[in-house]
C-alpha cells in the first residue's frame, strides 16, 4: 500500500496542523497581554477526603463578609462581589497581576454531600469551604411523599 495521500488542495494539511499545534503549546500569555495581565478569577484546590470534600479557593486581600455561598440544586456557587476605591491619580500602577474583588466559581456536587452542612471559613487569604459527606444510612433513605 502507497503512503501517497490525495489532496486537491496543494498544501499539506497535517503541516499546518503541526504549526498550529506549535503555536498553541508555545505561546505565552505575557507574550500577548504583557506583565499587567490580571488574573480575576482566584485558582481552587480540591481534595476529597474520606469524610468531606475540601475546597481551597486563594483570594487574598478580601474579607470573610465579602463571599457569598449558596447551593441551589447540586451547584455549590462561591462568589465575592466588593467595590474597589478608586486608585489615586497619584498613585500609578506599575504591574497588576491579581484583582479577585468580583468574581464567581461554580461547582456541580453530587448527591453523596450533605449541602445542609456546609462550612466555610477565611483565613490567610484561602476561603476554606467543607462540604461533608453524607452517612450510608442517609444515602440509601429515600423520602416518599404522600399525596
Do not use: W
Not at 80 to 93: M, R, T, Y
Not at 120 to 145: D, T, W
Amino acid at each position: 500500500m502507497s503512503n501517497y495521500k490525495f489532496n486537491s488542495f496543494g498544501f499539506n494539511f497535517d503541516d499546518l496542523g503541526k504549526a498550529v499545534d506549535d503555536f498553541v503549546t508555545n505561546i505565552k500569555v505575557n507574550d500577548i497581554f504583557g506583565t499587567d495581565a490580571t488574573n480575576t478569577i482566584p485558582a481552587v484546590n480540591s481534595f476529597e477526603h474520606t469524610e468531606y470534600l475540601e475546597l481551597q479557593v486563594a483570594a487574598p486581600g478580601l474579607k470573610k463578609e465579602d463571599f457569598e455561598l449558596h447551593v441551589e440544586g447540586d451547584v455549590l456557587t462561591i462568589s465575592a462581589n466588593v467595590s474597589l476605591e478608586n486608585e489615586s491619580e497619584e498613585i500609578k500602577v506599575k504591574r497588576k497581576e491579581f484583582n479577585y474583588s468580583t468574581f464567581k466559581r461554580t461547582f456541580c456536587l453530587t448527591d453523596k454531600f450533605d449541602y445542609q452542612h456546609i462550612k466555610a471559613k477565611y483565613e490567610a487569604g484561602v476561603l476554606l469551604v467543607s462540604i461533608p459527606k453524607k452517612s450510608e444510612e442517609e444515602k440509601s433513605k429515600i423520602k416518599v411523599e404522600v399525596l
